[in-house]
Each structure stands twice: as structure tokens, then as C-alpha cells.
């Protein structure tokens, strides 16, 4: 590619894709060359927030990806419209940054990865607190072996997400969100993944899931307010359980606890407990034994995944990171084959619902 920029299509002009934008636009070898949505309103929207003058505008994907100079594709789209235009993009050639999650189900998760594979094309998938500083630091001591062996990881994804999201009509059913895990609980469970990896970019493999879910929400249109203390009783209503719990066996043989919560009465929380054989965490609290005759807990002051508002999530981080793999040829390690095995324990988890059993996997 020379020393061109790399053209990015942001496809779909919600909330998440002014972060994207962003991202790109900070970036010095990247430029956003066009939007594409389903409202023509949403795309120039989106362009003159951005301050984007004289790119292309379209609300056909089509289109859009046969606009000159486009070498990056972000999928910004609600997640049932995910696999169909991964797999637009890669018949026309593109990388593509696929937004979480990335399928509703194995048929469609199978069909998007042949296609990434056969086109050969590269990938980054929006689980995007693998940037956030907390993990960044968190990750570089596993591998470090600040805290041994790693034999049991907790992520809880705890968030009463609700109509004020711009998403929250599509994600709140059953036929387009399918599950709470999957909308929202996806990010616990890829931080257990990496969190139970002990090396520097290794996400652990699943090999066992059993799963509950229950809560109080599904089907009622109540939601709470935190910020104003405050309840209403008419949104349109939740159609699935707003709590599951995953349990995991990790292919190392550690253990793992992940749950996603849309029930509770609470600001948005991530808590994170890590534990091995010669030290543990608490979110940012550590004790290690590196640091012989500790006596309190270390308090890491660094940024925690403790908000919900996309701008505060670390995209900045993973776009470069991925702009970084394109221009060096590398694969990253948040790439679709490696989100392929966490939306499969998803899927797997599903079956424990049905039979009251754990599933084995793959
Ligand atoms: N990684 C993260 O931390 C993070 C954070 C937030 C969201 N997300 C994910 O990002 C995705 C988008 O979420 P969001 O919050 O940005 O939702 P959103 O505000 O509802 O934005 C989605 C956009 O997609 C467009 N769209 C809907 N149907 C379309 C279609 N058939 N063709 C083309 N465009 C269509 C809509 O465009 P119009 O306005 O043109 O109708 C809308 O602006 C979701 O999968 C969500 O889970 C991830």
C-alpha cells in the first residue's frame, strides 16, 4: 500500500461509530473516505459532527464499498446485521473492524469466518477493554508472572442497559439480540478469555460451559434511572433474561465465572477478580509476590472499565493497534478467529438452557 493512507468506510452512523471515526481520524495513516447508513439524515449527521467535508455519503453498503480509495471497513451496524456485511466487505477485498457481537448464531459465525479466511483479509473485533489501561497493566503482569498460574478468573458485565440506547430496540429482542450475554456479557467473557491467558496476547480456549439465567426484568417495561433515582414503567419490554451465569473450564484447567446483569439496581460496574498460585487481583488492587512483606493491597491509580459511555472506551487503542497489523502484515489477537471461540461458548452455553448440562466444546 505504499505510503497512501488506508481509506476507511464507517458503515452504520449511530453511537459507536463517531468513537470509530474518531479513532481513524487521530490515526496518521488512516482518513475516513465515506459513511454509509440506512438514513441518508444519520450519515450527513454523523459527517458534520465529525467535520468531515467532500467524503462519500451513501445507504447502500454496495455502493459505499466500491467508493475509491476504501481499504478499511468499520461494521457499526446493529450485531444481526453483522455477518451479512462482514461478508460484503470481504468479496470487495476489505479489513474490516467488526463491531461486538459478531454473529446471532453459528451459522452465521461459521459463514463470516470461511469468508475472512478465504478472502484473506484482516480483522479486529470491538472487544475493546482489552485496551483499557486497567487491562493493558493487568495482562502485562500475568505474563510477568506477577501472579503465577493463573486458576480461576470473574468478569461480571453489570449494566441495566435500557431505552436510552440508540440500540436498545433492536437489542432488546429476541429474534435480533437474541440473549444478554451475547449483547453485553460478550466483553466479561472475552476478559476471562484474556485474563486466564497467560501469555502476552493469549486468549484462553473454553472447553467446558454450564450456564444459568434468570433475573427479574424479562418482559416488564420497567427501568430504573440511576442518575436521577427515578423508574418508569412504559418502555417497550426486555424479551429475554436480563442474568446469565457462565461457568468455564479453560483448556489449562482453570476455572472461570462470568455473568452478564441488566437487572440491577446499580451504576454500570465491571468487577474483576484474577487468582493464581503466587498472587491475586481485585479489580485494580493487587498482591503479588513480587513484593515480598506486602502488607495492604496495591492500589493501581489507572483507568478502569467503570463506565458504559463509548467515550470512554479505549477505541483509540485498538485502531491503532489494527491499522499497525495491516501496515505490518500480522494478525491480531482480537481477530475474528479468535472472537469466532467466544461467541461458540455463547451459542454452546445456549444448549445448558434446554438440557441442564454442561456442554463440552469445540
Ligand atoms: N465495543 C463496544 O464497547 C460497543 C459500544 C457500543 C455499541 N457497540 C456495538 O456497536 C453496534 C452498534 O451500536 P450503536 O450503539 O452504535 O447502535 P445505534 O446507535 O443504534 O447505531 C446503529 C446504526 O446502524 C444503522 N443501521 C440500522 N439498520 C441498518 C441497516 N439495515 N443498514 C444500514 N445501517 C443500519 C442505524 O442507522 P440509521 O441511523 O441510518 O437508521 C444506526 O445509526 C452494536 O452491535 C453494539 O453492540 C459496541
Not at 461486538?100 to 479486529?124: F, I
Not at 510477568?144 to 442497559?161: C, K, L, P, S, T
Not at 461457568?247 to 468487577?271: E, H, Q, W
Amino acid at each position: 500500500m505504499g505510503d497512501r493512507e488506508l481509506g476507511v468506510l464507517v458503515h452504520g452512523a449511530g453511537w459507536v461509530s463517531g468513537e470509530h471515526i474518531k479513532a481513524f481520524q487521530n490515526n496518521p495513516h488512516t482518513r475516513v473516505v465515506a459513511i454509509s447508513s440506512r438514513k441518508m439524515e444519520s450519515v450527513r449527521r454523523r459527517a458534520q459532527q465529525a467535520g468531515l467535508e467532500g467524503i462519500g455519503m451513501y445507504t447502500d453498503l454496495d455502493r459505499a464499498l466500491r467508493h475509491e480509495g476504501v481499504d478499511i471497513v468499520s461494521v457499526c451496524t446493529p450485531q444481526h446485521l453483522h455477518a451479512e456485511n462482514t461478508i460484503q466487505a470481504t468479496e470487495a477485498g476489505k479489513h474490516i473492524v467488526i463491531e461486538k457481537p459478531v454473529a446471532n448464531n453459528m451459522q452465521e459465525l461459521r459463514a463470516m469466518r470461511d469468508a475472512v479466511r478465504s478472502a484473506g483479509v484482516k480483522t479486529v473485533v470491538s472487544f475493546v477493554l482489552r485496551w483499557n489501561p486497567l487491562f493493558e497493566t493487568l495482562k502485562s503482569l500475568i505474563a510477568d508472572d506477577a501472579f503465577g498460574r493463573v486458576y480461576y478468573v470473574e468478569a461480571d458485565y453489570q449494566h441495566h442497559i435500557a431505552s436510552w440506547w440508540t440500540g436498545f430496540e433492536d437489542a432488546r429482542k429476541k429474534d435480533t439480540g437474541v440473549g444478554a450475554m451475547l449483547v453485553g456479557g460478550c466483553h466479561a467473557l472475552d476478559a476471562a478469555r484474556w485474563f486466564a491467558g497467560q501469555e502476552t496476547e493469549e486468549a484462553a480456549r473454553v472447553v467446558e460451559v454450564f450456564a444459568y439465567r434468570g433475573g427479574w426484568r424479562k418482559g416488564t417495561g420497567l427501568e430504573y434511572n440511576y442518575l436521577a433515582g427515578t423508574w418508569s414503567d412504559n418502555s417497550p419490554p426486555l424479551e429475554y433474561e436480563g442474568l446469565e451465569v457462565f461457568l468455564l473450564r479453560f483448556a489449562s484447567g482453570a476455572i472461570g465465572k462470568v455473568s452478564v446483569n441488566f437487572d440491577c439496581i446499580m451504576p454500570y460496574t465491571f468487577p474483576i477478580q484474577i487468582f493464581g498460585d503466587k498472587g491475586s487481583v481485585k479489580d485494580n488492587r493487587i498482591w503479588s509476590h513480587k513484593f515480598p512483606g506486602q502488607k495492604k493491597w496495591i492500589e493501581i491509580p489507572t483507568i478502569l472499565p467503570d463506565s458504559a459511555d463509548v467515550t470512554h472506551h479505549p477505541f483509540q487503542g485498538e485502531i491503532d493497534h489494527f491499522v499497525n497489523c495491516i501496515l505490518n502484515n500480522r494478525e491480531s489477537h482480537c481477530n475474528l478467529e479468535d472472537a469466532y471461540h467466544t461467541h461458540e461458548v455463547i451459542f454452546a452455553a445456549q444448549e445448558c438452557y434446554e438440557t441442564g448440562r454442561p456442554v463440552k466444546l469445540p
